[in-house]
């Protein structure tokens, strides 16, 4: 399984922003907490005309490295990044991490979302 989480720079109320929306069907500006099952894969794309130049980084912000356990890889040929979450996270983690990405001005923006790994779906009976 992979959760992709797309990035769109924004203006509210004078100050630059991110929007965010992940393919679970949550959206937010500046603070999305996607769920991300444990074993599975995150992909970080720029929306179509998103406003973004290019994501310089995404890291842990906290470094506890239950779910940022080996840091994003940048996609080749692509602007986007990608993590895998590791078999062992725990459930109910939630982990910050940073994102930072510059604008087609040369802005560069700092956002601190979260990930949160979800207890297992019931078995199908």
């Not at 895998?84 to 087609?104: Q, R």
Request: glycine share 8%.
């Amino acid at each position: 399984m992979t959760v992709k989480i797309y990035l769109r720079s924004i203006e509210q109320n004078g100050k630059k922003c991110l929007a965010m929306f992940d393919t679970n069907r949550n959206g937010a500006i500046n603070s999305l907490t996607t769920d991300v099952p444990a074993g599975a894969g995150v992909v970080w794309k720029t929306d179509r005309c998103s406003g973004i130049k290019s994501i310089s980084r995404i890291y842990s912000k906290e470094g506890k490295g239950n779910i940022f356990k080996n840091g994003p890889k940048k996609l080749f040929l692509c602007k986007g990044f990608v993590l895998y979450v590791p078999k062992t996270a725990p459930v109910g983690e939630i982990e910050a991490y940073t994102i930072e990405y510059i604008l087609h001005d040369d802005t560069k923006i700092i956002i601190d979302p979260y990930i949160k790994i979800p207890p297992p779906p019931p078995p199908v009976t």
